[in-house]
């Protein structure tokens, strides 16, 4: 007899693609560079759309993007970004597509700055991750204090697609904040690490 699914956050439900980064990915602390790079350009890509589709179309953005290489990024040319424009495997939209460029260039400077992306990142939650108790889907915000002073930041540094909504799903993520619901199986998983 097959034993019984564990309960999970209810937009996990949707796909396998959605249960299996819901699983694995979605709330847990990350702090590396190129990976925190990585959703920061996938969240930006999603706006407008559906995260099943950015999911989706990841490994097309890894293989397009040098795996999300931070330094390569930032040198990406006008001609490259018009090459990425034919790409379908990508969403061809230019001011995302440039994004990436734009936002590497302007992660190169936060890590002058700050030493890591990782540190400049955390900072805004001290370091440590948010614990939410959401019990419905219904009580999770789209944006929050924190977010709305990260969006700021990034902005005032140069980053695109940036605003406050994608600034919060970034930190539910990447694990800065927890939203797993509290009935979740993952919600205790991604505290105790």
């Keep these: 007899m097959k034993g019984r699914e ?13 249960r299996d980064y819901h699983d694995s990915e979605w709330g847990v602390p990350l702090h590396d560079d190129r990976a925190l790079f990585e959703f920061l350009c996938l969240e930006g890509a999603q706006a407008g759309l559906s995260w099943r589709t950015v999911l989706a179309k990841r490994e097309a953005y890894r293989r397009a993007f040098g795996d999300f290489e931070i330094a390569r990024c930032a040198r990406i040319t006008d ?9 379908a495997g990508l969403i061809r939209n230019r001011m995302k597509i440039e994004s990436v460029r734009d936002n590497a260039r302007a992660t190169l400077e936060a890590i002058a700055e700050h ?4 540190a400049f990142l955390w900072s805004f939650v001290d370091g440590r991750p948010l614990r939410n108790r959401w019990r419905t889907r ?11 002073r990260m969006s700021k930041a990034l902005r005032k540094r ?3 697609f940036v ?3 994608i600034c ?3 930190m539910q993520a990447t694990g800065m904040v927890n939203d797993h619901l509290v009935g979740c199986f993952r919600h205790d998983a991604v505290i105790r690490g």
């Design 6 to 18: 564990p309960v999970r956050c209810d937009w996990a439900a949707g796909s396998e693609i959605e």
């Design 79 to 87: 001609a490259r970004v018009e090459r990425l424009l034919g790409d």
């Design 115 to 118: 030493g890591s992306l990782d």
């Design 138 to 148: 219904a009580e999770v915000p789209a944006t929050t204090d924190v977010s709305d």
């Design 158 to 160: 140069g980053f695109r």
């Design 163 to 165: 605003g406050s909504t």
């Design 168 to 170: 919060y799903a970034f």
